[in-house]
């Protein structure tokens, strides 16, 4: 009898850092390129939450609080590289973002300034916030 292998989509994490009504994105350094919510995988043995606090800190030297967890998407080919599942969540920072890590350039946008190309699925997930806060939306509706 032969074995199956399985496989199993990635878990990752992204934030959506609010200021004021803005919030950050970054252009990413490493392919896929474009911008991006602050994010990445959860490290094995790590929460979703300090996953969320780590890469925001990685990526945009801000320190961060998780306000509240957004939505996940989980569309297959959401990642071009990976199968992955992420968990959004919104948080405020203090303090002026700063691009590191796999960030290349940083700032901060509202829904009229966006900049392109945008990586991932994350106009999706970008416009699902936008209609959140106008209340247009419910979290987590499908």
Known sequence: MKARKYRNPLVTVD???EFNTNIVLIERKNPPYGW???GGFVDYGESLEAAAVR???????????????FHSYSDPDRDPRHHTVTT?????????????DDAKNIGVFNPKNL????AFDHVKIIRDYFQYKKGVLKKNIF
């Open 15 to 17: 934030v959506i850092i």
């Open 36 to 38: 991006a919510l602050p």
């Open 55 to 69: 890469e925001a800190k990685e990526e945009t030297s801000l320190d961060i609080r998780l306000v509240e967890q």
């Open 88 to 100: 959004v969540f919104i948080a405020k920072a203090n303090g002026t973002p700063k691009s590191a």
């Open 115 to 118: 900049p392109t190309p945008i």
